[in-house]
């Protein structure tokens, strides 16, 4: 923290205090570095899933969201 701030300035903050809206609204998902390596951006990946689901669904039949 820089010298011009002190602490009594700033409040009291809450720990945790958005973590519930956080993952109530965020899906995190940890790739495998090989993985990660193959692609640029979150919206590669995204894409490369949203591919993988429509091959999959038109070659099963299956709907979006049936679960198994």
Known sequence: MR?????EDLGVGVRGKYYESYFEDHNIVLL???VAQAFPSEEA???ALLSLINIAQSTTGSKK???G
């Open 45 to 47: 990946v995204n894409d």
């Open 65 to 67: 969201g049936s679960g």
């Open 32 to 34: 495998r570095p090989e």
């Open 3 to 7: 010298t011009e701030y002190k602490r």
